[in-house]
């Protein structure tokens, strides 16, 4: 299969970024070796300054067979960005668990960890570097089996928890798996779906590209959400590790860089692999694979037509919180957000989905009954329609209840296409909007 070509012209990545940020980006999807792309995220992570102190943060799986992934980053990309002082075991920030999840929180400590002059002047960095992981069996014959290593002699899956979460493992019906609820809701029925019918060689690689695509765009969630309140540039990069006999091997997958000023996103840009399974081109013809995706108007289709807006009764007390400064605050600065994506197709298809979830959670802690006003307004949405978030609304339902409601609808949201996510960004943050708009307007 010949590969498309990944998404990698980002504007202003393409115009602004630094060359070693522009470099990366040209390794979307081609594996290559973990010192390779180690070297290359070192580049770029050099390339922000000047910076006054750094920190790293590596996200990956418990795995034992990731042990050369963590001591890869913490000798040639963390030991290189800390002051000398700073001794071997306190460099990095770990986030160690079944199939290597950003955990709500996790991004937030870190940032709090690794603020100490930046608190007083200057800017600090924040490197996020964020992997699943694949097996790679060599076959006898010749060939390649995605999806199984060689564990100390036995063949064996690779990533467990990413297949188990394929398979569905019997206890989890009985048992409480805080990983398992968290990986299904993460991937969304849509793409589990597709996965588990996926019965070609491919699926186990599709898999771990999904999820380390879904999980850089948990951890943008988090950042846009709460953003750090000192001037930070955050370099989030995103990759599947190959397990492998011999040394190990790594796709990236994602890159992206932000840079908050006064708790405010002043640069939001990057590019990343698409999280639609079906959208995943793998060639692997060659020794090292190439995994590419494209975007769906980028094939030729046509955009939908623009679909009139649903409109529920809104009620008083919704229109009078809405009203509040806080709520006011809190919509300019997603707003502001949002304006850095202006004329950057290819940015605003990537940024769509984390920065309408980022919107909707900060507005579920300051009023969530806003909230979920607001996105009753768009339950005529397919994944949305089965929620009846018009029906629950009009329970005025406010505080804890509400926060339960769209809490759950997380899933739904994970699973809006790009173009769907950025009509309701679009639409929640417009200046027409019927209650969180321009007052001269609402």
């Not at 990944?6 to 602004?16: I, L, S």
């Not at 009620?315 to 509040?324: D, G, I, P, S, Y």
């Not at 339950?379 to 509400?402: H, K, M, T």
Request: glycine share 8%; aromatic share 4%; net charge neutral.
């Amino acid at each position: 299969m010949s590969a498309v070509r990944a998404p990698v012209d980002c504007e202003r990545m393409q115009t602004r970024a630094p060359f070693a940020l522009r470099e990366f980006a040209t390794r979307l999807g081609r594996e290559e070796s973990l010192g390779a792309v180690h070297a290359a995220v070192l580049r770029a992570a050099q390339a922000l300054r000047p910076v006054v102190e750094s920190g790293a943060v590596l996200a990956a799986c418990s795995d034992e067979f990731n042990g050369e992934l963590r001591s890869a980053f913490e000798r040639d990309v963390a030991r290189q960005l800390s002051a000398p002082n700073v001794p071997s075991t306190r460099r990095v920030f770990a986030v160690s668990n079944l199939g290597g999840r950003i955990e709500p929180g996790a991004i937030a400590l870190a940032n709090l960890h690794f603020t100490a002059r930046s608190q007083r002047a200057g800017e600090k960095l924040l490197l996020l570097e964020i992997a699943s992981h694949v097996g790679r069996r060599e076959l006898a014959g010749g060939g390649t089996h995605w999806g199984e290593l060689d564990r100390f002699g036995t063949s064996s899956p690779c990533c467990g928890a990413l297949r188990l979460l394929l398979d569905g493992p019997a206890s989890a019906a009985a048992v409480r798996f805080p990983w398992f609820d968290q990986l299904t809701a993460f991937f969304g029925p849509q793409r589990l779906a597709s996965l588990r019918a996926d019965g070609g060689p491919h699926a186990m690689l599709r898999t771990a590209v999904v999820h380390a695509v879904l999980q850089s765009e948990t951890a943008l969630v988090d950042l846009l959400r709460e953003p750090p309140d000192t001037p930070t540039h955050v370099l989030l990069v995103a990759l599947v590790a190959v397990n492998r006999r011999g040394t190990d091997n790594a796709i990236p997958v994602g890159l992206h860089h932000l840079r908050f000023a006064s708790g405010v996103a002043r640069t939001l840009e990057g590019t990343a692999l698409r999280s639609t399974p079906e959208e995943l081109a793998i060639d692997d013809s060659r020794s090292f694979v190439v995994v590419s995706s494209r975007f769906a108007e980028e094939a030729g289709e046509e955009l939908p037509s623009p679909r009139a807006a649903h409109r529920s009764p809104v009620a008083t007390v919704v229109r009078e919180r809405a009203r509040q400064p806080a709520v006011r605050e809190l919509v300019a600065r997603h707003r502001r957000q949002l304006g850095l994506l202006e004329n950057q197709e290819q940015a605003r298809k990537i940024y769509a989905r984390p920065a309408l979830r980022a919107f909707l959670q900060a507005l579920s802690i300051a009023a969530p009954e806003v909230a979920l006003a607001a996105l009753a307004l768009e339950d005529e949405r397919e994944v949305l329609r089965a929620a009846e978030l018009g029906e629950l609304a009009r329970l005025d339902l406010r505080g804890a209840e509400a926060q339960g409601v769209l809490k759950g609808l997380e899933p739904s949201l994970q699973q809006l296409g790009h173009r769907e996510a950025r009509e309701v960004l679009e639409s929640l943050l417009s200046e027409r909007h019927p209650f969180l708009g321009d007052d001269r307007r609402s």
